[in-house]
């Protein structure tokens, strides 16, 4: 989960378990799927030029909304790399009953200690959000 300035490549990220770049993760979905960068941009809805800039490890990883709809589209690369790629770990799924058992936390505690939860969760998904920026 870190940025590393490469010569010309100033957003090449590389995951430390896998050593995988988001330019390579690129190249191997186009490998595994036969697709080309217009496919891409059409299953993301963005532009060939942004798939393009991913490709040559010239342009930052994506926003997690777009690592999610590549991991939905390209199912046979797990999430987590594209995340890992991308310099971030994969945000955890929220079940109904973890939410359930958070809200009923929160309705035990005073206005202000839910105001402090709600700063601090905040703080960490922002941190998660620019973690690779």
Not at 53 to 64: I, N
Not at 87 to 106: C, K, M, N, T
């Amino acid at each position: 989960m870190r940025k590393v300035e490469s010569a010309g490549h100033p957003y090449r990220v590389t995951d430390h378990e896998h050593g995988e770049t988001f330019a390579q993760l690129m190249k191997r979905l186009m490998d595994t799927y036969q697709v080309n960068e217009s496919d891409i941009a059409r299953a993301t809805t963005m532009s060939t030029s942004a798939v393009n800039l991913w490709v040559r490890g010239t342009r930052q990883a994506p926003r997690k909304a777009t690592l999610e709809k590549l991991a939905a589209a390209y199912p046979k690369i797990p999430r987590a790399d594209f995340f890992a790629a991308a310099g971030r770990r994969a945000p955890g799924p929220v079940s109904p009953d973890r939410v359930e058992r958070i809200v009923a936390y929160l309705d035990d505690l005073t206005v202000e200690q839910q105001e402090f939860v709600e700063i601090t969760v905040k703080a960490q998904a922002e941190h998660n959000r620019s973690a690779a920026s």
